[in-house]
């Protein structure tokens, strides 16, 4: 597995926990939005998008500003999750269950958009960068505390598969 795919497997996971209503408990959504930012965003700020931004491409300059675009959503997410938490913790109710769909849909399309903007380039970079890549952000996966799990979608044995698999 390479690290498209092991980012898309979370989009996956991500797609499919929003519909059950798992997320609609404040403290599922809590943890959830700490996975996001410790785990998701994090590979993807810190290892994914800076390869992606180095590397000659064609259109440099335009596929830059694609990337700004998605780091700009990635700060639009976390506001929008820390104001849904504090808008519950406030006992307000509404704003919550109304902001939640909000929340979905915007979290949604960026990972559909990283998925057709980005994403699709990756198997043209180095098998090297690529490999290294992976182990790096197996690094940051390997230090996440195991109650995340539940929203990668990756179990402790996958954990460990990858570990020997890139180490
Ligand atoms: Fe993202
Ligand atoms: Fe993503």
Avoid: C
């Avoid at 259109?59 to 694609?66: G, R, T, V």
């Avoid at 109710?93 to 902001?99: A, G, P, Q, S, Y």
């Amino acid at each position: 597995m390479d690290l498209s795919e092991f980012l898309m497997v979370e989009h996956s996971e991500i797609r499919v926990i929003v519909n059950t209503g798992f997320l609609n408990k404040v403290d599922n959504f809590k943890t959830f939005t700490e996975f996001l930012l410790a785990d998701h965003i994090n590979i993807e700020e810190n290892i994914y998008f800076p390869i992606m931004v180095d590397n000659d491409w064609n259109d440099k300059e335009e596929f830059k500003k694609i990337v700004e675009r998605v780091k700009n959503d990635h700060k639009l997410i976390e506001t929008l999750a820390k104001n849904i938490i504090k808008w519950k913790d406030n006992g307000n109710d509404n704003l919550f269950n109304l902001r939640l769909p909000l929340f979905y849909k915007t979290l949604e399309d960026h990972n559909n958009y990283e998925e057709d903007h980005i994403f699709s380039r990756w198997l043209l970079l180095e098998q090297g960068i690529r490999q290294n890549a992976m182990a790096d952000a197996l690094s940051i996966v390997q230090e996440l505390d195991d109650k995340y799990l539940i929203f990668s979608g990756l179990s402790i044995n996958f954990k460990q598969y990858m570990r020997k698999h890139y180490f």
